[in-house]
């Protein structure tokens, strides 16, 4: 079975803080997604990746910054986090866009 | 960005129930996808339509590609408990890189 495996199900961290999450996955995907997920916004984007080193900006890229080292990682990082980041983030990836993404089980993140 | 309209944000029914929900658009799409996302987890693909007018179905749920291009509905039959979670619309314009996603309907069965 295809996975997008992400690091942690749940964070805690302090405000400040620089924060890692990770996604990886195993199907040789060339584009990978990071998304938040809000309650009344639906899935906003934040970044997206299509081939190793490169990265595009989502629609909401403020405060956050990603790395894309080997095709199967895509880390999304909190430069320095905040209160208002506190929110649930999944990674997805897809080879073909006809066959839609396959998405993480998420990381609940909250920022104290 | 870009949203899809998707309606109605939330529901509340009485298992057994049949429920519909849609998506539409300004611009006009090649895909249309629907997610379910169960309390917790990532959204998981139902069902994928690629051509103005299919119908496609998997188990209870039933999917229809608009004849526009700018709409699409899922249908799900005699609801269970099991059925509970967000549902997303998804959808794909030529020669994106990315999908465009509706804002979800939360939906909640009573049993």
């Known amino acids: 079975d295809v996975k997008v495996t992400q690091s942690s199900r749940y964070l805690v961290k302090r405000t400040g803080e620089k924060v890692f999450l990770e996604c990886v996955q195993d199907m040789d995907h060339e584009n990978m997604f990071w998304y938040r997920q809000d309650p009344g916004l639906g899935l906003r984007l934040i970044y997206f990746s299509y081939d190793v080193k490169m990265k595009e900006k989502g629609d909401i890229p403020e405060g956050y910054s990603v790395s894309r080292e080997k095709k199967e990682r895509f880390s999304l990082i909190l430069e320095s986090a905040s209160t208002n980041q506190t929110s649930m983030y999944l990674c997805a990836s897809s080879n073909d866009l006809g066959y839609g993404y396959t998405f993480g089980s998420g990381t609940r993140l909250t920022v104290v | 960005g870009q949203q899809l309209n998707q309606s109605p944000q939330s529901m509340f029914i009485q298992e057994g129930e049949d429920v519909s929900m849609n998506c539409t658009s300004s611009?006009?799409?090649?895909?249309w996808l629907w997610y379910k996302q169960d309390p917790g987890e990532g959204p998981v693909l139902l069902i994928a339509l690629y051509k103005a007018g299919e119908l496609t179905s998997n188990g209870r749920l039933t999917a229809q590609f608009g004849i526009t291009r700018k709409d699409s509905f899922l249908n799900i039959s005699a609801s269970i408990p099991s059925d509970v979670g967000i549902y997303f619309c998804a959808g794909r314009i030529q020669g994106a890189q990315k999908l465009v996603f509706g804002q979800g309907t939360r939906l909640t069965i009573n049993p």
């Open positions: 611009s006009i799409f090649n895909t």
